[in-house]
């Protein structure tokens, strides 16, 4: 359904490295800037991209938004998890745990504030 996802950053260098290490933490590759000074992550045909909003005004993380990324095992997701920690984000809602469908699910805030959440897809 989706061609890709476009979140906002105040700081795109600090950005960089949260999302090259939770990337490579998922088996994926380092992003890359375009001609237009946007940061892309492509990962099993999806397409994560990152600015600094085109209008000028300071980026803001969506209230009620998450994005989520699919892992390919719960190691992947506490991989996901512990490299994103160590690059600044913070750790929200539960520890990384399995939920009653079979996913496992870990949930970070980025630098800038962005909901993502890690998982599996569920074995039930």
């Known amino acids: 359904m989706f061609t890709h996802v476009m979140i906002?950053?105040?700081d795109l260098e600090r950005a960089r490295g949260f999302y090259d290490a939770t990337?490579?933490?998922l088996g994926g590759r380092?992003?890359?800037m375009d001609d237009r000074?946007?940061?892309i992550y492509t990962h099993?045909?999806?397409r994560l991209m990152i600015t600094t909003p085109i209008d000028g005004r300071p980026a803001r993380a969506a209230n009620g938004g998450?994005?989520?990324i699919r892992a390919p095992s719960r190691?992947?997701?506490l991989a996901w998890h512990a490299a994103g920690l160590a690059q600044g984000g913070v750790a929200i809602e539960s520890p990384p745990t399995e939920r009653p469908n079979g996913a496992f699910v870990a949930y970070l805030r980025d630098p800038d504030g962005n909901k993502?959440?890690?998982r599996t897809v569920p074995t039930r």
Do not use: K, M
Request: proline share 4%.
């Open 30 to 32: 380092p992003g890359r």
């Open 75 to 77: 190691e992947h997701v």
């Open 37 to 39: 000074g946007r940061l």
């Open 116 to 118: 993502l959440t890690a």
């Open 23 to 25: 990337f490579a933490a």
């Open 44 to 46: 099993e045909g999806g």
């Open 8 to 10: 906002g950053s105040n």
């Open 66 to 68: 998450t994005i989520g």
